[in-house]
């Protein structure tokens, strides 16, 4: 008998390593899209938050001509629904309210550059406005 030669190789420690190399740069790219991706997703607890208060406000005013001064006041816990945001009334000669949206302390949306707060007045109108934009 002759002894046939293997013709089966496994992978090199070379080859290994380039694999590994380009699966680091794509990683190294991919993640920080995937998290500013989240943080813009989660803009919409702030909208969420903002908007609930606002329903809070006019049936409030409905009721007593007035807007209220406080979230308290509306029975409010001053926390958007997944708490990534704290959420505050700043109300004006009771005919006029401005909403704020901040980023709760130790919320990662504090690094939300440009949109930590967010803000909503009684005539619709919305700040900043890109951070609006779905």
Not at 24 to 30: D, K, T, Y
Not at 52 to 72: C, S, V
Request: net charge positive; with cysteine.
């Amino acid at each position: 008998m002759t002894a046939m030669k293997s013709s089966i190789r496994g992978i090199t420690l070379i080859e290994l390593m380039v694999v590994l190399i380009v699966l680091a740069v794509l990683a190294s790219i991919a993640y920080p899209s995937y998290v500013d991706q989240v943080r813009r997703s989660r803009r919409a607890d702030a909208i969420t938050g903002l908007t609930e208060l606002a329903n809070l406000q006019e049936r409030h005013y409905t009721q007593t001509f007035t807007y209220a001064t406080t979230a308290g006041a509306l029975n409010h816990s001053g926390k958007s629904p997944d708490e990534y945001y704290v959420v505050s009334v700043a109300a004006s000669a009771t005919t006029t309210y401005t909403l704020t949206a901040n980023a709760a302390v130790g919320s990662p949306q504090q690094k939300d550059t440009g949109c930590t707060s967010m803000s909503l007045t009684n005539t619709g109108a919305k700040t900043p406005a890109t951070c609006w934009q779905r």
